[in-house]
């Protein structure tokens, strides 16, 4: 292991370790170096009060308290902190105490749990519902539930970790098309015409921010009759006219044979859901794990979610205030020119380069001015576009915009050009 540096979790998966409790020698060694600690530094730091914008961390750089500008949580329309709906969330805890103490098919189902399925449903305009306790379980679960041995599962290539799991808990045969390449996703249609197929892509994608080309994708879907399954996690109540997502945006809702949603990020509480016809649904019911042998959504986080998403659809208020935060921080940062992809989003990627050493040094310096903007490594992403990302929130105020785009101008920008 002479250049430390240059190895990355991608080269320790498998373990020949006879004890499987005891990981490879050479992660060990890897991860104690202390250039390595240094990096890993970065992750898991303690949020001393809610993912607001202006809120404080315990810094693992040197175990002290800041004060910081948060641009990584995903609240994206401040709904975490809503007071309607933490008003909502302790009057649901003081009613239903603190979870559900069951599964939802023998004790875990409240009336919440029904009413806020039904209001899902039809926001997203389909016939019904099922709530998850988690995203990552949603997708998995519901990938899981529908496929079988034999089943040809066919993703965009920047999916998700959850839907690839999914496929592999159902061992369907799994195939990944070029990013947004309709002419890569049609040769797999083609070669598996006479298979059962599951064509899954997202609406926006988290690491690039980006959206999925849905026109192109849809007509071919059409021409091979292969149902598609999106997971709106990062555009449910951002894009659309009435915020159900890209599929909205696009006006594509009907041609969808699934759409999954996570409550982590613009609900601002946990959980995730699935929507699609009433008979798809009464069939997950049955064969969908994460969700029958798991304990239902903790009621008091329901009673919050319903009035996250009266107050996010009651206006177009929040996300508007959002977008123009978008269109201010996009403006500063492309006048900096920095690499952000083909960001389309409230998810802007800054595209760092190859080195992984860089990426880190500017992230300390970000944290020290008072920015808190996670690195996202290999193999997380591919090597060569080592990145930070923003998650821009409408809570952003002016003042705090221009302090970021200060420090990144000074730190990044400036570290890069030079
Ligand atoms: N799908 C996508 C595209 C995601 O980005 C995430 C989380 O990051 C998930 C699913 C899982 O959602 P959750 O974090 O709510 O479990």
């Known amino acids: 292991m002479h250049d430390i540096l240059n190895y990355s979790l991608a080269d320790f998966f498998f373990n020949d370790n006879r004890n499987v409790l005891r990981p490879p020698t050479d992660f060990t060694n890897w991860i104690e170096n202390p250039k390595v600690k240094h990096g ?46 933490i008003a909502a969330a302790k009057e649901g805890l003081d009613k239903y105490g603190l979870g559900a103490s069951g599964a939802p098919l023998l004790s875990g189902t409240f009336d919440l749990h029904v009413k806020f399925s039904r209001m899902l449903a039809e926001f997203k305009q389909k016939e019904d519902c099922l709530l998850y306790s988690s995203g990552f379980g949603g997708n998995v679960g519901a990938i899981q539930g529908l496929m079988r041995k034999g089943d040809v599962l066919i993703l965009d290539e920047k999916c998700h970790k959850s839907l690839i799991d999914g496929g592999t808990l159902a061992q369907v045969k799994m195939l990944f098309f070029e990013h947004n390449n309709v002419a890569s996703l049609e040769q797999m249609l083609e070669k598996n015409k006479d298979k059962r197929v599951l064509v899954v892509v997202e609406g926006v994608y988290s690491m690039d921010g980006d959206l999925v080309d849905l026109p ?48 982590s990020k613009s609900f601002g509480g946990v959980g995730g859901f699935v929507c699609s016809s009433a008979d798809t649904i009464r069939y997950l019911k049955g064969y969908s794990s994460p969700w029958n042998f798991s304990c239902a959504p903790s009621p008091g986080v329901v009673a919050g979610l319903i009035k996250a998403l009266e107050v996010a659809t009651r206006d177009s208020s929040l996300r508007d205030r959002m977008w123009e935060n978008v269109a201010y921080l996009k403006k500063g940062l492309i006048s900096m020119n920095l690499d952000l992809g083909g960001s389309e989003s409230q998810v802007i990627p800054i595209i760092i380069g190859p080195s992984g050493e860089k990426l880190m040094t500017l992230a300390e310096q970000m944290q020290k001015r008072g920015l808190f903007l996670q690195p996202v490594d290999f193999p997380a992403v591919p090597a060569h576009a080592r990145r930070f990302r923003i998650s821009v929130s409408s809570q952003l105020t002016r003042d705090e915009m221009d302090r970021t785009l200060n420090i990144i101008d000074d730190v990044v920008a400036k570290g890069l050009h030079t």
């Open 216 to 263: 192109n994708i849809t007509r071919v879907c059409e021409a091979y009759d292969a149902p598609i399954y999106i997971d709106e996690a990062h555009s449910t109540l951002m894009f659309g006219k009435h915020g159900r997502g890209v599929a909205e945006h696009f006006n594509l809702e009907d041609k969808i044979g699934i759409s999954f949603g996570t409550l």
């Open 40 to 85: 890993y530094s970065f992750f898991e730091q303690q949020l001393l009060s809610a993912p607001r914008v202006a809120t404080e961390i315990l810094s693992n750089l040197d175990h002290k308290k800041r004060s910081i500008i948060n641009l990584t949580s995903y609240n994206y329309l401040g709904l975490s902190t809503h007071p309607e709906v």
